[in-house]
């Protein structure tokens, strides 16, 4: 059996990012991908340059803001879902769902809710419950699945370099807090802090104020394996050196491998 690499990486404007994207593709070498923020209505997408770099790709995209996809490589992701369900006038491309070898992906972008409080937050949360909803029905599907995306959630003050600048933040409410909570409670494994559980392990540093040169960086790109996936968890990281290169994201590729499932070329 072979092992599967699978990341999540909000490319913070894939146009832009796109040689950044392509580069750490080649070097690293993902099975499975989850973009988000690409901030590209659907026509703009790349998918030439991907096809070309040996990944199939879904995406759902959204002018100015947002936007999510999922990549396989020397594959193609099967769609199972777009969308949140529980509110059909939700027209942020935030959620995009597919089978991708063997493994069931929920790829995400919650939104981020500032300023809080007000209806961006109000937005934020009632989001959140609509995925705590829905992924009930994933974590107890029987087959392997997995979360994975931009949570705008720092899940505690560990997974943050000074909380005290931060507390009026939107990531870091109660209410944002509680409901990370309540979505691991289902079952779900937060896999980066199952095996890095005294390590800050960072994966967003903001523009702003020097923060990557003084590693004042926050948690907020998380994985999450439900029960049938958890077991064959093997290792978790993030690929640092992608958020020091020149025009990169603000983010940096987060990963997991796990094992227990073989990779045939061209697999579907």
């Not at 999922?70 to 099967?78: N, Q, S």
């Not at 529980?86 to 027209?91: A, I, L, R, S, W």
């Not at 995306?149 to 000074?162: E, H, K, L, S």
């Amino acid at each position: 059996m072979s092992a599967l690499k699978l990341a999540t990486y909000n490319i913070n404007g894939i146009r832009t990012r796109l040689p950044v994207l392509l580069q750490w593709l080649a070097r690293e070498q993902p099975d499975i991908v989850c973009l988000q923020e690409l901030k590209a209505v659907d026509a703009d997408f790349p998918v030439a340059e991907l096809r070309k770099a040996g990944y199939g790709a879904l995406w759902h995209g959204q002018r100015s803001w947002n936007g999510v996809a999922i990549l396989a490589r020397d594959g193609m992701p099967l769609e199972s879902r777009r969308g949140l369900p529980g509110d059909p006038e939700d027209t942020q491309s935030r959620y995009l769902e597919a089978a991708v070898h063997g493994v069931l992906v929920g790829c995400l972008y919650l939104p981020n809710g500032n300023p809080q409080p007000g209806p961006k937050f109000d937005y934020k949360l009632a989001w959140f419950d609509r995925l705590i909803a829905h992924a009930a029905t994933l974590c107890n599907a029987g087959i392997p699945a997995v979360l994975a995306g931009d949570f705008n959630v720092v899940p505690t003050d560990a997974d943050i370099y000074n909380p005290k600048s931060w507390r009026k933040d939107a990531l870091l409410q109660p209410e944002s807090r509680a409901r990370y909570t309540k979505l691991l409670s289902q079952g779900w494994l937060d896999s980066l802090r199952h095996l890095h559980p005294d390590e800050p392990m960072f994966t967003f540093w903001d523009y702003f104020r020097q923060h990557w040169q003084r590693d004042a960086g926050l948690r907020i790109d998380h994985l999450l394996l439900n029960p049938e996936l958890a077991p064959r968890l093997q290792s978790a990281g993030v690929d640092r050196w992608v958020r020091g290169l020149e025009g990169t994201s603000d983010h940096a590729p987060t990963w997991i491998t796990f094992t227990g499932y073989a990779v045939p070329a061209g697999d579907d």
